[in-house]
């Protein structure tokens, strides 16, 4: 039964922007099952929804996604959060981006503007995002090691979290995320913004406040809808004259 969920789950990975449909040879090539196997598969899927047929044996994903993709945003994120978020882009006038585990990567699960969030993977491009570092820094340092064998950041994410903030740094931009937590200090998102080396020059410790700050806010209110009932730690933020820092 967990072989059949686990194998129904890995056809539905299958599907994104660059392949949006499939049929059963080519699910069956993928997933080296047989393509009886791959049929069933997506018949049964398009069954409950999470499949819809585009033409003849070929099949996209199905519009109960996009129901059960609001509920879950809705059960976790309410308007108020959506307001701390676009409050602190129209403040900053930044892109904001929110992001989520999700198994070995993340996903951008909401956010104000251009997403800044990027696509590649750590394992394969060799650098990190801020929001990454804030995300592998909740994990346990076996798993960590794990996702990403080539890359010792074991300094870096102890960093992240003693301070709850993390920085990131390469040619083109500069980036700062903090912890989205749960009462029971649980990270549950992570919150950050990216711009370039000149905006990060002028503004890099106004960004990393900023975004600690709607960080705490994130969290608060996400504790029961209630921020007078949980108590938020302050981020160990560094010094004012280090904040435009980056953590090596």
């Avoid at 993928?30 to 069933?40: C, D, F, P, V, Y």
């Avoid at 129901?67 to 129209?90: D, H, K, N, P, Y």
């Avoid at 104000?112 to 990190?128: C, F, L, R």
Wanted: proline content about 5%; charged content about 25%.
């Amino acid at each position: 039964m967990l072989g059949t969920v686990s194998r129904a789950g890995d056809l539905l990975e299958l599907f994104d922007l660059q392949q949006p449909e499939w049929g059963a040879t080519a699910v069956a090539r993928r997933l080296q099952i047989t393509k009886s196997q791959a049929h069933e598969m997506l018949v049964s899927l398009e069954s409950i929804g999470l499949l819809r047929r585009a033409g003849r044996g070929r099949f996209r994903l199905g519009w109960k996604m996009v129901t059960l993709s609001q509920r879950l945003m809705r059960s976790e994120f309410t308007a108020a959060e959506a307001r701390i978020v676009r409050e602190i882009g129209e403040h900053l006038k930044v892109s904001v981006d929110l992001v989520a585990s999700d198994g070995d990567r993340c996903v951008r699960i909401g956010g104000y503007g251009p997403s800044n969030h990027s696509a590649g993977a750590a394992a394969e491009t060799g650098k990190v995002s801020a929001t990454g570092k804030v995300l592998l820094a909740a994990m346990p340092p076996e798993r960590v090691g794990a996702l990403l064998p080539d890359l010792d950041l074991d300094v870096e994410l102890a960093a992240v979290r003693e301070r709850r903030i993390a920085f990131e740094e390469d040619d083109e931009r500069r980036g700062v995320a903090a912890p989205v937590q749960s009462p029971d200090g649980e990270v549950l998102a992570a919150l950050g913004v990216t711009v370039d080396p000149a905006g990060w020059a002028s503004r890099g410790p106004i960004l990393t406040r900023a975004v600690a700050g709607a960080a705490r806010r994130l969290s608060e209110s996400l504790a029961g809808r209630d921020a007078k009932s949980f108590v938020m730690p302050e981020p160990a933020l560094p010094p004012a004259g280090d904040a435009v820092k980056i953590a090596a």
